[in-house]
């Protein structure tokens, strides 16, 4: 790693030195490495723009699954209650693996789960510019398929003269949070460097479920009116108490903030904790990006990026099985030992190369853009025991399985859109993908876990938008998207139950919409339809380290009304709200139910429990938020902001005892800017959970029966904090 920064470094200051500039056209030519992945007026999707700025304003320390909480359908979960920690969200009641997130228009989901791990990426809110929401199946973009939206996050632009800021922000939980950056601004021959360092740590609302995290973040580059060289390195480290598990329903009404990890007796029978049960996670990215105009008409945009991550979580066990770790039991005067107590790593250790190729055509009729990405990425899964009661039996830093997988991701796109007549926009878009996902070795329960998967895809997309007016439009567009099943679907399937092993998923997505937008008014209307084959649906179940366990279900929809506003009355004034109103449903469905032996140790078979249409798990028919802000004086700034969710089931039964209650939550804040001399400064104090609502965001539930008929449920929840608070203090040039 350290090379690879040296050569960055040196990069840089190379062209920095030799490269001239021009003022002109700078700061389109710097959006060129995004601008073919996102959508804008013409494009006939659906989309929401947030502001970042605007975003830092409502909240103490955002990261990006809170920042985008008030945004439509969207329902955001912390799994620890605080600020900072392992965070979530689903948008139209997908999951963040069925969500494309790229930077810069670089991926970041992870290759194997699809899914985005915010705490290994700390505070990435203070380097953004903007963000885009793109729900449904979106436009082609980069990386893993978007199956029920893609978010495209832009770098924020290098500032045009030399700054500096820090800020500190301490709440509830002994949550706190350091922050520092500073930046040449731009010379005159054209280059700039930032950079940011943030330090935060708190301890957790969940009882033993702290996080302490770093991050680093470099920005720098050359910019002229032909080219941008741009380079943007950030590092991670993240240590967090595992808590993954929830709060048991028999806990929930006497101490809605137990914490089972590390729990166990010691040698006396005393109920003791081991301290150090953590998820530990360190990451580093570099993304080289060079674009260049070749004419007014044609641009083209190069990105190589390298992600390295190696991590592990430890835990303890009590009374764990020699079988299970492939080691002998041994007589020990005439008496079998078969078991001890231990200690144990499971490890990460994963390299991604990739690289995205876009070439661009624009007059002021078509816009074109051809694009191809590919990445190849591995992983080594193993597992050491570090220490055991019975050392006798475990050989020093024992190594008790090993597996690895590699995957190869590429995709190219061509989308067209073409002007008819004045007012009249053709949209066009086909993507192909090719993934190829191969495992080798044992699993960490001794099952060889040798098998390679390949999927062809193609994703055909069009659409049609009529301009109104500059303010004004209508789109409708039909897609096609198809879906790989993650690392966890594949191996867990048998393991826990599924009846087979999981297909590909296909969904067919129906967009048509109505939006406004004045400077005093802006309104949003917009149907969607998404029909899917095969959909992989949460059952309910987490496997061992907090992954939803899916199944695959042949028919199910989702299809609803999205309507947004905003409306600045007057200009210290602003109010803005959306609602979504939807059905998800599952047609036909059949649950798979375990039937084990009485004491549950051995599944038998499984019986088929027929229930007809039923609603999908974790998606709410009713996603409602406002916020409303206000400038008193000159300088001070107060806003409340409301977040409802509707009623949502936690498995796919449509079983009331199986039911998240609707919840409603409101946030109030203050901030009040002012200047001191050269320096800038700001205040906030945010209120959460204003009026003490009592909710849970998310759960979980595990059930079967015995063979001698008797229904067993473990349900598992993860309750959200009442009334909490922050502030933050922020001082700058």
Do not use: C
Not at 162 to 169: D, F, Q
Not at 189 to 201: P, Q
Not at 350 to 365: P, V
């Amino acid at each position: 790693m350290k090379k690879v920064l040296l050569f960055v470094t040196a990069l840089f200051f190379t062209w920095g030195v030799y490269a001239q500039t021009d003022s002109t056209r700078q700061v389109e030519l710097s959006e060129i490495v995004v601008t073919a992945t996102k959508a804008n007026h013409r494009t006939p999707t659906t989309f929401t723009d947030l502001n970042v700025s605007e975003i830092n304003t409502l909240m103490v320390m955002p990261e990006i699954p809170n920042a985008i909480g008030l945004s439509p359908s969207v329902v955001m979960t912390s799994e620890n209650g605080a600020a900072i920690g392992n965070q979530s969200f689903r948008i139209r009641g997908s999951d963040a693996t069925r969500t494309n997130v790229t930077f810069d228009g670089v991926p970041l989901n992870d290759s194997e789960s699809q899914a985005v791990f915010w705490a290994n990426m700390p505070d990435l809110m203070s380097s953004l510019q903007s963000i885009q929401i793109q729900r449904g199946v979106g436009t082609s973009t980069n990386g893993p398929a978007a199956f029920g939206a893609t978010i495209n996050m832009q770098s924020e632009q290098p500032g045009i003269t030399p700054y500096g800021n820090a800020s500190v922000a301490y709440g509830s939980f002994n949550t706190m949070k350091f922050n520092f950056a500073t930046g040449t601004g731009r010379t005159k021959k054209g280059w700039n460097a930032d950079l940011r360092y943030s330090n935060a740590f708190t301890d957790g609302y969940i009882d033993h479920s702290g996080s302490k995290q770093q991050s680093l973040f470099f920005t720098g580059g050359y910019l002229s009116s032909r080219r941008v060289f741009k380079v943007n390195v950030f590092l991670g480290d993240q240590h967090t108490d595992i808590s993954w598990g929830g709060v048991p329903e028999a806990q929930m009404k006497t101490n809605r903030r137990y914490n089972s990890a590390g729990l166990h007796t010691d040698s006396e029978g005393n109920l003791v904790r081991y301290d150090n049960e953590t998820d530990n996670y360190r990451q580093a990215h570099v993304h080289l990006h060079y674009s260049e105009r070749l004419s007014d008409h044609f641009k083209l945009s190069t990105t190589l990026y390298y992600v390295r991550g190696k991590g592990y979580y430890e835990e303890y066990k009590q009374n764990a099985k020699f079988s299970k770790y492939g080691l002998p039991t041994y007589d020990e005067g005439g008496i079998t030992v078969s078991a001890t107590d231990l200690i144990r790593r499971k490890w990460l250790d994963n390299n991604l190369w990739g690289a995205n190729i876009a070439a661009t055509y624009s007059t002021d009729r078509t816009q074109a853009h051809l694009g191809f990405s590919g990445n190849y990425f591995d992983n080594n899964h193993y597992g050491n025991i570090i220490w055991a009661q019975d050392q006798f039996a475990v050989p020093a830093d024992y190594e008790w399985y090993r597996n690895t997988a590699n995957k190869p991701d590429i995709s190219s796109y061509l989308k067209v859109t073409q002007q008819l007549g004045y007012r009249w926009f053709v949209f066009g878009d086909l993507q192909w993908r090719y993934i190829s996902y191969e495992m080798s070795g044992m699993d960490d329960d001794l099952i060889n876990l040798e098998q390679n998967n390949k999927y062809h895809f193609l994703n055909p997309k069009a659409g049609v938008t009529y301009l109104i007016n500059p303010q004004q439009r209508l789109y409708t567009s039909f897609s096609i998207g198809h879906r790989e099943p993650t690392r966890a679907d594949l191996k867990d399937a048998l393991k826990n139950g599924g009846k087979d092993m999981p297909r590909s998923e296909t969904l067919y997505d129906v967009e048509a919409g109505y939006v406004l937008n004045y400077p005093s008014l802006s309104l949003g209307v917009n149907l969607f339809y998404m029909y899917y084959i095969d959909q992989l649906v949460n059952n309910g179940k987490m496997n061992d380290v907090g992954y939803p366990l899916m199944d695959n279900v042949p028919k199910s929809y989702r299809t609803g009304i999205e309507l947004s506003f905003g409306i600045k009355p007057v200009r210290k004034l602003r109010i803005d709200g959306n609602l979504t109103f939807s059905s998800n449903k599952i047609k036909d469905y059949t649950d798979y139910v375990n039937v084990t032996t009485d004491d549950g140790g051995t599944i038998l078979f499984q019986n088929e429990e027929h229930l007809g249409t039923t609603d999908l798990a974790f998606s709410p028919e009713f996603v409602g938020a406002a916020s409303i802000n206000y400038e008193i004086i000159k300088g001070l700034t107060v806003g409340l902001m409301g977040k409802f969710v509707g009623k949502q089931y936690y498995d796919n039964t449509s079983n009331s005892d199986r039911q998240l209650d609707a919840y409603f939550v409101n946030n109030a804040v203050a901030e009040y800017r002012f200047g001191i001399k050269k320096f800038n400064a700001s205040i906030q104090f945010v209120v959460n959970n204003l009026w003490d609502a009592d909710y849970v965001s998310n759960a979980a539930v595990y059930r079967g029966y015995t063979i001698s008929g008797g229904e067993w449920v473990d349900q598992y929840f993860f309750p959200q904090p009442f009334r909490n608070y922050m502030a933050k203090l922020t001082v700058g040039f």
